[in-house]
């Protein structure tokens, strides 16, 4: 603990430049903090998804839909206990850039095979027995201001609906009861975009609830099999695949955020590696004086070290800190595919870890210096 | 007795191939009590025998003893330690830490002891009052002249009580007046206090102040002459 104040003063000897290292550390850790959240995000929904739901699609892409004749099929496979099915909408709320989910759902039997979306029972009712209500989840309701009876209007997004915009009243505020459901999408009734449909009867995709988790290999094959050699051949995959589907839509994310977090991190380990180095250099004097004065080389390392420790750790502790508060469901519209992000702890933990790695790293070098240096070199080059 | 004895010592340097003898065969004896100036014209050796005296270089032949221990027999570690507790050193440029005040430039030697804080503070104010400074312990170095800054040096020195005291050419930056005041000092840690002073200077005058002045010349010891710049004695 005597030590301490030496080293915060030795910290405070260059206001600047030690502001300027706490802040590109600072920097690091809220990214690399603010990756990992949206990393959680993307895994998160892929993550909770029930083994129980099993998703199919046309072989070829998601992007083509089948026709809704395949729901009676599906129903009829071995295993298979309920079926619905949903189209991606692809609208625009006022202006492209509020982008969110909406769904055309097949009402009753969605609601049915995903309890996760949780509405009151008065909700629920009103939903479904309006042809052009919507509910919308509680994050859609916290970024545009949605409440029940709202009119909303969205202009068509894709050809194949028309050129006619579409009104909808909001029947019901969402929450989301699972990580396998996102609360920032619009759900409506598919037979509402079904009847304005340049192409009628088409489903994007059937989700097929499933009496043991364990046939679920068994029960996909058996339903592509059954389309097998059709203008509508299927892909059918558990609902943790599909959901990856849509994540590896935006490319290998992992991959991706990975590496930029890795060289923000590498960039910053050489930033306040210099710093220190050049802190050392500039008190090449002072060292051979402490050493002088009896300083074992252990202490000098230890007191260099903790200097780049603790400078890493207050931008450490300031990242997370600003990560924690500014990362939070707003931050990243993500548009439904994936669930709300925020800054956990466990990324809070990971972000102050990792700056406290940077200080350690960037100050062995400069610290080994230190204790290696020769005293009476040291002197003699400053005199 | 010889508190200090310097037996047969060498120093050798290289660079690259090349030996540069710095210091030839030196012996002496410096008794407990005495005030020894070392003179000399630069790269005689005087700064480089005061700097083995303090452990902070190692001869290349010969033995050093101060006190009952050989130093030059001291790993780097025990001789960190011998210095923290026997060694008193004054640089001719002060070497104050800037950051630091200079109550607590002079307690930096007794971060390595054991004292509590009440105690350091006690010790640190003991020693800036003998040298005169103990209303100046919260001043910054750069907010005091040259000769306070070397006074701090000297209390940052004295403040673990060491055996002996080297100075290396502690007067060698400061006006006539100030390195006056600093011999003076000098002069009072070895009568009053008992020091053990051992002093490198280029300065005739300041080799005055000493009980004993040695010459140097190419690493070797050219005359011995008495105090109060008196004649050679060997």
């Known amino acids: 603990m005597k030590f301490l104040s030496l080293v915060l003063k030795s910290a405070r000897r260059s206001k600047r430049r030690t502001a300027l290292t706490v802040l590109s550390v600072a920097i690091a850790v809220f990214l690399f903090a603010s990756l990992r959240a949206v990393l959680d995000g993307f895994n998160a929904g892929a993550e909770a998804s029930s083994s129980t739901r099993i998703v199919t699609q046309r072989s070829t892409s998601l992007f083509f839909a089948m026709p809704i004749s395949h729901g009676e099929t599906i129903k009829s496979i071995p295993g298979v206990q309920d079926v619905t099915w949903a189209n991606w909408f692809g609208g625009v709320y006022k202006d492209p850039q509020n982008f969110f989910a909406q769904f055309a759902v097949e009402p009753e039997s969605y609601l049915r095979i995903y309890p996760e979306i949780l509405l009151t029972p008065e909700e629920k009712r009103a939903f479904l027995d309006d042809r052009t209500g919507c509910i919308v989840g509680e994050g859609l309701v916290r970024n545009y201001g949605f409440k029940i009876g709202d009119k909303i209007t969205l202009q068509v997004g894709i050809p194949i609906y028309g050129t006619q915009d579409f009104d909808f009243t909001v029947r019901g505020v969402y929450r989301s009861g699972g990580g396998a459901v996102d609360n920032q999408s619009m759900l409506f009734q598919w037979k509402y975009a ?5 192409e009628k009867g088409q489903a994007g995709w059937y989700v097929a609830q499933i009496a043991n988790p364990d046939q679920a290999a068994q029960v996909s094959g058996a339903i592509d099999q059954k389309f097998a050699n059709s203008p509508f051949e299927t892909k059918t995959d558990t609902e943790k695949a599909f959901q990856s589907t849509f994540v590896s839509m935006f490319g290998n994310i992992n991959l991706l955020l990975g590496s930029v977090a ?37 202490t000098i390392f230890l007191l260099i070290a903790g200097e780049g420790l ?9 990242g997370a800190l600003l990560a924690r508060l500014l990362v939070n469901p707003g931050f990243f519209p ?3 595919f994936i669930p709300e992000i925020s800054v956990n702890n466990t990324n809070v933990a990971i972000g102050i870890g990792l700056s406290a790695v940077i200080g350690i790293v960037a100050g062995v070098i400069p610290a080994t210096m230190a204790a290696r240096l020769k005293i009476v070199d040291a002197l003699r080059r400053v005199a | 007795m010889a508190l200090i004895e310097v037996r047969d010592v060498s120093k050798l340097y290289r660079r690259d191939a090349m030996e540069i003898p710095v210091l030839a065969n030196v012996s002496i004896s410096v008794p407990e009590g005495d005030f020894l100036a070392l003179m000399g014209p630069s790269g005689s050796g ?7 005296l303090a452990g902070i270089d190692r001869p290349s032949r010969g033995t050093i003893h101060v006190g009952d221990t050989e130093i030059t027999g001291l790993s780097e570690r025990a001789l960190a330690s011998w210095r923290a507790q026997h060694i008193g050193f004054i640089f001719q440029l002060y070497n104050l830490i800037p950051v630091l005040t ?12 054991n004292l509590t804080k009440k105690q350091r503070r006690e010790h640190v104010l003991t020693a800036l009052n003998i040298v005169g400074l103990g209303e100046r312990a919260q001043h910054y170095p750069r907010q005091l002249s040259g000769g306070q800054e070397q006074r701090v040096a000297i209390a940052r020195a004295i403040v673990t009580d060491p055996v002996v005291l080297l100075a290396d050419e502690p007067t060698g930056d400061l006006d006539a007046k100030s390195a006056g005041e600093i011999l003076t000092l000098l002069q009072r840690l070895n009568t009053e206090f008992k020091k053990t002073i051992v002093l490198v200077t280029h300065d005739p005058h300041a080799a005055e102040r000493t009980r004993r002045v040695l010459h140097l010349e190419k690493g070797t010891f050219v005359a011995q002459l008495a105090a109060s710049g008196a004649q050679a004695v060997s």
């Not at chain 1, 079904?194 to 340049?198: F, H, K, L, N």
């Not at chain 2, 005087?46 to 083995?52: A, E, M, Q, R, V």
């Not at chain 2, 200079?102 to 002891?113: K, Q, R, S, Y």
């Open chain 1, 334 to 336: 993500s548009g439904g």
């Open chain 2, 102 to 113: 200079a109550f607590e430039n002079v307690e930096l030697p007794l971060l390595l002891t």
């Open chain 2, 46 to 52: 005087k700064s480089t025998l005061l700097n083995l």
């Open chain 1, 262 to 298: 890795l060289a923000v991190v590498i960039t910053t380990l050489f930033v306040a590696g210099n710093t220190m180095a050049m802190a050392v250099r500039e008190r090449t004097m002072e060292i051979a004086v402490m050493r002088t004065l009896g300083f074992q080389s252990a």
């Open chain 1, 194 to 198: 079904d009847e304005r449909s340049v």
């Open chain 1, 310 to 318: 603790l400078m890493a750790l207050g931008g450490g502790l300031l």
